[in-house]
């Protein structure tokens, strides 16, 4: 089985930085591409940032300029630096890794979720 763990969410005031690492675990032959997610409370999730295997990005045009998403192959961990956080960023973030092989197939994950609020 895999499991993605998340940390770095938290309580910051607007304007400061926050770091989200995600990293999965398993017996994992090769992610395609990494991914962050969020969901705010009445919303949809929706994508914020994804990074293929390659290191191709593409970013919510809400976080354009602000965040950046970073991946280490070696370690199958993911990361996101949010700057100059706004409280519309407040949400539960959610890792995702897409098209995870395994011995046994290939198939998404999705992590249990980090709370991030930014008060204004």
């Known amino acids: 089985q895999v499991q993605l763990v998340e940390s770095g969410g938290g309580l910051v005031q607007a304007g400061e930085s926050l770091r989200l690492s995600c990293a999965a675990s398993g017996s994992i032959l090769s992610i395609n591409a990494m991914g962050w997610y969020r969901q705010a409370p009445g919303k949809q999730r929706e994508l914020v940032a994804r990074i293929s295997s390659g290191g191709s990005t593409n970013y919510a045009d809400s976080v354009k300029g602000r965040f950046t998403i970073s991946r280490d192959n070696a370690k199958n961990t993911v990361y996101l630096q949010m700057n100059s956080l706004k409280p519309e960023d407040t949400a539960v973030y959610y890792c995702?890794?897409?098209?995870?092989?395994?011995?046994?197939?290939?198939?998404?994950?999705w992590g249990q979720g980090t709370q991030v609020t930014v008060s204004s």
């Open positions: 995702n890794a897409n098209r995870v092989r395994l011995v046994v197939g290939v198939r998404d994950y």
